[in-house]
């Protein structure tokens, strides 16, 4: 700091220096003070000029002093005022200095201000335009926020993907929330408030508080803009993100409400549908109870003891057919075949079968027109003592069928039907031709008090041994027996070699042998369930072992009687073909193979010459008596599979029976048998009954609705029944030309101007020609599909289509009849109707157009009302 300098040129400062040494003379002498004497008072010269020189020299250095002193104090001045000058420089060096940095801090703070505005209007401008696509942008978020679906969601799929999408759109409101949050912040960083609510001159007032960091406030500023923006515009997003959630919430709500009421209808037709399902396994299986226990009745046989005691004897639909002479011859003609065929093996030495015809029985005349298996059915066994085979040893019997065995005999009784009736042949045993015969026990029944024998084989028979003794009276039947004379022959190759035979022994009663006719080879009855099938069912036939029948098939089929392969082979396919569960697997060709009774086509790698189709296969085999149809023991398989017997029968050779011609034939129940016994009294005429009478019902108007086939059930067949089960055709009632095929001809006639207008209430609206001309010599199956073709010509024809409403547009575009007015039309007829001129009945041509009117309901009742009162 430079130093004060005074007025005087002094700067104020003390300096206290040492003075001269003092006089030693002065105060030495006290006692010689006096300097009188002595020289007391004298001074010295060489004192004096030495008090003098130090005096001076005082005075010099004093001087010397002074003048340092003020040469200093000059220097000082001279420094500070230099100081001062070089002070007043820098001062003015700084003001101007300054006053240069406020002109610039002006001039950029304009440009920050300039920026500023520029920024701001850009940063509207860019986030107005991004404010303007927000619904896109979102749509965009939120496709980029979906995520794969769960599969363990217990909720219907549409509430969930409701579901899902909300919570989706929820994590998207919870994202942005927190962003906005934290471009609030950054918003309100530059000074606090809001920058949409800031002026330009807030902006520059809070900018000149950063002093030199200028460009550090305005990008304070700039982020804080546009974090402004950016929160603005995630506000607008949360908002729409947030009304999106709730209108899938609302949409939830209210889905829910309606997946309830339908999953409420849903369990009424669960619920519904199980008591249906219920319903009809009821039926089917009352039906199958039925059917099982038709069959059960069909092949048990009553045999009353006395019967069974007199010896041969004829078991057959109209019960046992027996007399004493009878039963005499039967068991005669059974011994003579049996003792030729023995004599014959011996003599001839022969180790082939042979057989010989022994007797031939024919049921009542009058059954000439019966097919072969209906006179099978006529006759059920045949019965001759056991001794008649040579069986003579009843204890030895009776051990074998106690111990459930069999016997070996020479030969064995085969009955064949031939037009006469029945033959009763005796086949030597051998070769294919097995020499056992089984036998088994009558057991005794308690409650019913019969003895019953199961007989072994197939069909399973049940012969019940009654007390009962029948009435000769009863027996109506005109059956008669025709012995022929033994010849033995030569059983042919490929003949029917199935027996059914056993000995049925009955305490009290002598074994008795019976042997049973058989049905049609390849014939039998269903049995088995089957096996429950899945979704994929059906790719276990491309295996080995095949698909397993289904077991809704067993359901229907079980019990039924099957006549042929071929006809279990179309019910089959038929029956699969009704249940929508089992075809799912199927294109549409073989679906429609499957509903027509057809087998569906194998994949063509599976294909074996001209077998292209997945075939049925019998474990099995009916030419060994079997029953072939065992649902458990037949697979659906590809044709090159090994697996099973393809359901064909060996040619079957004819037995070479001779004919009876003109032999005698022996009464089973001898003429007026019915006539003998006690004399009874005359009846007595019964009292007249006197009947009140009814009262007396009007005569009601004439039905004039007449039964008609339902062109939708055209070639239709009954589900479960085949082809050939002697049913009659479904549409057997309803035969009319008009099912016939044809080909339309005439050439119709000019139309008016108004076609089905007053036309059609009288005579009849003619067929256009230009719509004839469509339909000439075209060909259709029957006469719906011609009215469908004709109505569809006049829907598109452009002159007739104008007339009609667009509702009976839409109808002839299908083939339907259109609507004529409300009064043409009489209860439920209710369309416009073709009228053949000349009736059908009466030979008028069916696809004859020149024979063909177009009227109204009202007035084709009318017309045919009048046609019946002139009739009258």
Avoid at 658 to 684: E, F, S, Y
Wanted: charged share 20%; with cysteine.
């Amino acid at each position: 700091m430079a130093p004060q300098i005074f007025n005087d040129g002094s700067s104020g400062s003390v300096v206290i220096r040492s003075g001269p040494p003092a006089s030693s003379g002065g105060s030495g002498g006290g006692a010689g003070g006096g300097g009188v004497s002595g020289g007391f008072g004298r001074t010295n010269k060489k004192q004096q000029k030495a008090r003098k020189r130090a005096i001076e020299a005082a005075r010099q250095a004093k001087e010397k002093e002074r003048l340092q002193a003020d040469a200093q104090a000059q220097a000082a001045a001279a420094q500070a005022h230099a100081q001062a000058a070089q002070a007043q420089a820098q001062a003015a060096a700084a003001q101007a200095q300054e006053l240069s940095r406020l002109q610039a801090l002006q001039q950029f703070l304009a440009g920050l201000a300039q920026r500023h505005d520029a920024i701001r209007a850009e940063v509207d401008r860019s986030f107005a335009a991004k404010a303007d696509q927000l619904a896109p942008f979102l749509e965009h978020e939120i496709a980029g926020a979906r995520r794969p679906p769960e599969t363990g969601s217990s909720e219907r799929w549409q509430l969930y993907t409701i579901t899902k999408g909300k919570n989706e759109i929820d994590g998207l409101i919870a994202r942005k929330t927190a962003e906005l949050n934290a471009k609030n912040a950054i918003a309100r960083s530059f000074d606090g408030h809001d920058p949409f609510t800031r002026t330009s001159s807030d902006y520059l007032t809070r900018l000149g508080a950063f002093g030199q960091a200028l460009n550090d406030g305005h990008q304070i500023w700039e982020n804080a803009y546009n974090a402004a923006h950016e929160a603005r515009l995630l506000s607008a997003q949360i908002n729409a993100l947030t009304a999106k959630s709730n209108a899938l919430a609302r949409h939830h709500a209210e889905q829910t409400v309606v997946w309830r009421e339908i999953e409420a209808a849903w369990e009424r037709n669960r619920q519904y549908a199980e008591q249906r399902e219920a319903r009809v396994r009821f039926k089917q299986q009352a039906d199958e109870d039925a059917r099982v226990e038709r069959i059960r009745q069909a092949n048990t046989l009553d045999v009353p003891l006395s019967t069974a005691a007199a010896g041969g004897m004829f078991l057959t639909r109209e019960g046992v057919l027996v007399a004493q002479d009878a039963a005499a011859v039967i068991e005669a003609a059974s011994r003579a075949a049996g003792r030729l065929l023995g004599d014959f093996v011996r003599i001839a030495a022969r180790t082939g079968p042979v057989f010989v015809t022994a007797m031939v029985y024919s049921p009542t005349l009058g059954n000439g027109e019966l097919t072969p298996e209906q006179r099978r059915r006529l006759f059920h066994s045949v019965g001759v003592p056991a001794q008649a085979l040579g069986l003579s040893d009843n204890s030895v019997l009776q051990s074998i069928a106690d111990a459930g065995g069999s016997v070996e005999v020479a030969y064995r009784l085969r009955p064949e039907t031939v037009p006469e009736g029945t033959a009763i042949i005796a086949v030597s045993t051998g070769g294919e031709i097995g020499a056992q015969v089984p036998v088994v026990n009558a057991v005794l029944e308690p409650l019913t008090g019969t003895y019953n024998a199961e007989i072994p084989g197939y069909p399973g028979r049940q012969l019940q041994f009654t007390p009962h003794v029948p009435s000769p009276a009863a027996t109506a039947s005109q059956g008669g027996l025709a012995v022929i004379t033994p010849q033995v022959q030569n059983i042919p190759e490929g003949a029917d070699l199935r027996i059914q035979d056993c000995i049925v022994c009955v305490p009290g009663l002598p074994p008795t042998y019976f042997s049973f006719g058989l049905p049609a080879l390849g014939a039998g009855v269903v049995t088995g369930t089957g096996q429950p099938a899945g979704l994929d069912w059906w790719n276990a036939a491309s295996q080995a072992s095949g698909a397993a029948i289904p077991v809704q098939i067993g359901d229907q089929f079980r019990g039924r009687e099957i006549n042929s392969f071929v006809a279990f082979d179309e019910a089959l396919w038929r029956t699969v073909g009704e249940y929508p569960a089992l075809v799912t697997e199927f294109d549409e060709v073989n679906k429609k193979r499957i509903e027509q009774g057809f087998a569906p086509y194998a994949p063509k790698s599976t294909w074996v010459g001209d077998r292209r189709e997945f075939e049925l296969r019998y474990q099995e085999s009916a030419a060994l008596g079997e029953n072939p149809f065992n649902l458990d023991k037949i697979s659906i398989t590809t044709p090159q599979s090994a697996f099973g017997q393809q359901g064909i029968l060996p040619a079957i050779e004819a037995w070479p029976i001779r004919p009876v011609g003109v032999g005698t034939w022996t009464p089973l129940v001898p003429p007026g048998i019915d006539h003998l016994g006690p004399t009874t009294l005359p009846l007595t005429p019964p009292i007249p009954a006197v009947y009140p009478g009814t009262p007396v019902i009007p005569v009601l108007p004439q039905n004039e609705t007449f039964p008609a086939v339902d062109e939708g059930q055209i070639g239709a067949s009954i589900p479960g029944y085949p082809a050939d089960m002697e049913l009659p055709s479904p549409d057997v009632l309803f035969l009319d030309r008009r099912d016939d095929p044809g080909t339309a001809t005439g050439w119709g006639a000019d139309a008016s101007q108004v076609w089905l207008g007053d036309d059609a209430r009288g005579a009849g609206a003619p067929i256009p020609s230009h719509i004839a001309d469509q339909l000439r010599w075209k060909e259709f199956r029957n006469f719906h599909g011609f009215r469908r073709a004709f109505w569809k010509a006049v829907a598109v024809d452009l002159a007739l289509s104008d007339q009609f409403s667009v509702r009976n547009l839409r109808r002839m575009q299908a083939g339907l009849s259109p609507y004529p007015l409300g009064a043409d039309q009489v209860g439920g007829r209710k369309t416009f109707e073709l009228h053949h001129q000349v009736e059908v009945a009466n030979g008028g041509e069916v696809y004859g157009m020149d024979n063909i009117v177009v009227m109204t309901p009202k007035r084709h009742i009318q017309l045919h009302m009048e046609k019946r009162e002139n009739d009258l």
